[in-house]
């Protein structure tokens, strides 16, 4: 039998951490992180950007994963098996924060909302499966975008909905690098007057995001009197899509 071909598990190493980092990675941190010379490296990098699978940022030259990875990633999940595995984690989330929570995934670079848990009161609500959100607006939005590829900010003015709503690509890099480096979003008042929502990833194989799952509600009851979540709810937010993350590679 013929053994492994050295450069295919290098090429696969390079993508499992860009996948599991926080953020875009410069070429000497991947080189440290695979004890691989520079040279090796950037070999690597650019035979997967040729490919589509690897995207560098033209301003801080860093790598992550392109967007032809993603698709890849994400087309063979079913909305449905997506679906039928969050499902389990979503109404325990909904009974435990007292607010509604919403799953969703991309579709034509909006967000799919395909479950939603109303939130465990009496009031009046609208199911929201099958509505489409504006990612730059929305917590799932946010989360989704920013684990996408480096060339997945608009370069465009973006849509107003309120006065609070994020308005230029490079506020929006901004506040997706947060995202990265937090782990969960939030969007407070950005898409409609009064509410709040928060959001984190869900983790396919190879720990690229696949959804995200977030509850949304009353702004005052997200948030304390300086628009910050309250941590027990992004605690609760994050357990859960870890939890179906896990599933999800079982």
Sequence with gaps: MPGTVQSIERAAAVLRLLAGGSGRLAL????????????????????????????????????????????????????????????????????????????????DGQVQVIHHVFRPDDTFQTLDVGALLPMHATALGKVLLAYRAAGAVPATELDRFTRRTIRTPA??????????????????????????????????????????????????RICNSHYRPHQHLVGYVRDAARAISRELIL
């Design 28 to 107: 000497g941190e991947i080189a440290r992180s695979l004890d691989l010379a520079k040279g090796t490296t950037h070999g690597i990098l650019r035979t997967l950007q040729h490919v589509g699978f690897v995207e560098q940022d033209r301003a801080s030259g860093r790598y992550g994963l392109g967007s032809g990875l993603v698709r890849l990633a994400t087309s063979h999940l079913d909305v449905n098996e997506l679906r039928s595995h969050a499902i389990n984690w979503a109404d325990p989330l909904a009974a435990r924060s007292g607010e509604a929570v919403r799953i969703g995934t991309v579709l």
């Design 171 to 220: 506020a929006l890099a901004a506040e997706l690098q947060q995202v990265r480096d937090i782990g969960w979003s939030l969007e407070a008042e950005e898409m409609t007057p009064g509410i709040a929502s928060v959001a984190a990833p869900i983790r396919g194989y190879g720990g690229l995001v696949v959804g995200a799952i977030g509850i949304s509600g009353l702004v005052e």
